[in-house]
Each structure stands twice: as structure tokens, then as C-alpha cells.
């Protein structure tokens, strides 16, 4: 009798048990990333904007906090203000990318500043740059940003 309410014992631990640790060990799915690139820098630049696409598939909310690249110093996240006609940056606080929701960072609206580039080489177009984005809940997630070239002009101005 006692050994048989032992074993159910043991049967329920087991049930709860396999039902708490997928809960556990499950991580939030990545976000999904579309066309992640960046622009070549003009010569002796110390700044390069980036550009992606985040989509979250669910099933939580994600707050995009920032960015960091072993390429750069620093990644800034950053927003673009027309203000009398000219185009100023503003620095972007947390992102919240809500479940079945995007954030854009494309030119002349939000984009990732990277600055100072840590190489002895400037990027050039083709190359690619790896990126971590981070988020409130302590994950973060990994990328590439493709380096699309200049236009001739731009590159040979200097
Ligand atoms: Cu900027």
C-alpha cells in the first residue's frame, strides 16, 4: 500500500517535472530579421548608418534596447528629425516590437549608428559585418549586415 503511493508519487513528479522544463529551458524565438545592411562609409568616416527589418512572430512582446558590434565602438540606435527643413539625429531609447509588430530602421528614418570602426581596413561592399541586437528581457540575438557599396561619386569626392 505504501509502496503504492510512493510509486503514484513518484508518477506525479515526473508529470510536473516534464511539464515545467520545457517552460524552462524554452527561450523566446528569434525575431525575424529582413535585409540587414549597412553603407559603405565614405573614406576616413568615423560614423556608418545600418538598416534592418524586425519582425516578432510571437508569442511575447520584445523590447530592442540596443545593438553592439565587434567592428564598432559603438552602435547607437537612432532616429532622423526633419526640423526646418534639415535632417537631425535624435538618440532612440528602448524599441517595443509588440507580437505580430516590426520595427524599421531604413535611411532617413530610424537607423543603427555605428561608430568608430574598430578595423585597420575600411568596410567595402560585399563584406559582412556581424551585429547583436539586445533586448529588456536579457536575450539577445545575432545578425549580419551585408555592406552595400557607395555611389562612384561619393567615393571619389574626397
Ligand atoms: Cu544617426
Request: hydrophobic share 45%; glycine share 10%.
Amino acid at each position: 500500500m505504501r509502496r503504492r503511493a510512493c510509486r503514484i508519487l513518484r508518477q506525479v513528479l515526473l508529470l510536473i517535472l516534464s511539464l515545467l522544463l520545457p517552460l524552462s529551458l524554452r527561450a523566446d524565438p528569434p525575431l525575424r530579421i529582413i535585409d540587414p545592411w549597412m553603407r559603405e562609409a565614405p573614406p576616413r568616416s568615423q560614423v556608418a548608418a545600418g538598416y534592418v527589418t524586425l519582425e516578432n512572430p510571437g508569442p511575447a512582446d520584445r523590447i530592442l534596447t540596443g545593438a553592439a558590434s565587434p567592428a564598432f565602438a559603438r552602435v547607437e540606435m537612432h532616429q532622423t528629425i526633419q526640423h526646418n527643413g534639415m535632417a537631425r539625429m535624435a538618440g532612440l531609447g528602448e524599441l517595443p516590437i509588440p507580437v505580430g509588430g516590426r520595427v524599421i530602421f531604413t535611411p532617413g528614418g530610424n537607423h543603427l549608428m555605428l561608430i568608430a570602426p574598430q578595423g585597420d581596413r575600411p568596410l567595402r561592399a560585399g563584406q559582412q559585418v556581424p551585429l547583436v541586437l539586445k533586448f529588456a528581457d536579457g536575450g539577445s540575438q545575432a545578425l549580419d549586415l551585408l555592406v552595400k557599396g557607395l555611389p562612384d561619386s561619393v567615393r571619389t569626392a574626397e
